[in-house]
């Protein structure tokens, strides 16, 4: 399979943070680039939801009992993806007024951070490689500051 398989799933999702047709189509159109440009045409699946779920995924998989604002579930073995991402669309909200731009921005941050994570990288393990990594393809992208970037602030 290509990048044109690359999804964006909502689901969860509270009632004031329902999205436009344009706004999932432009999510969906930002997860394909990144599989195309990052993951050399592999596809992911992100998952938009709610605190709740989040915080169930990082309680089962991670052992953290709190909502986190994404998690990377690299996939083993598999030819054609590189796994799925899942963004708590709250943590997004709250992260998208403290930094002033859009949720649709933060989101494609949280997004392209859960990939970099998805191909490989890891933040907390490597000697900064991730975070030069996320600056280069932030500015290709043209998003406002990563969350690596961010936590040196």
Request: aromatic share 8%; hydrophobic share 40%.
């Amino acid at each position: 399979m290509s990048s044109d398989g690359s999804t964006v799933l909502f689901g969860a999702l509270p009632a004031k943070f329902k999205f436009s047709a344009a706004d999932k189509r432009a999510l969906t159109r930002f997860a394909r680039k990144l599989s195309a440009q990052m993951a050399q045409g592999k596809y992911f699946e992100c998952l938009i939801t709610d605190d709740r779920e989040l915080r169930r995924l990082n309680h089962s998989f991670l052992r953290h009992n709190y909502p986190t604002d994404v998690l990377s579930f690299p996939a083993a073995g598999q030819p054609f993806a590189i796994g799925e991402c899942a963004i708590s669309v709250e943590r997004a909200a709250d992260q998208s007024r403290q930094f002033g731009h859009s949720l649709i921005e933060e989101i494609k941050i949280l997004m392209l951070h859960g990939v970099l994570h998805l191909t490989g990288l890891d933040h907390e393990k490597d000697t900064g490689e991730m975070a030069l990594a996320e600056a280069r393809w932030r500015a290709e992208l043209k998003l406002p500051n990563s969350l690596i970037e961010r936590a040196c602030l």
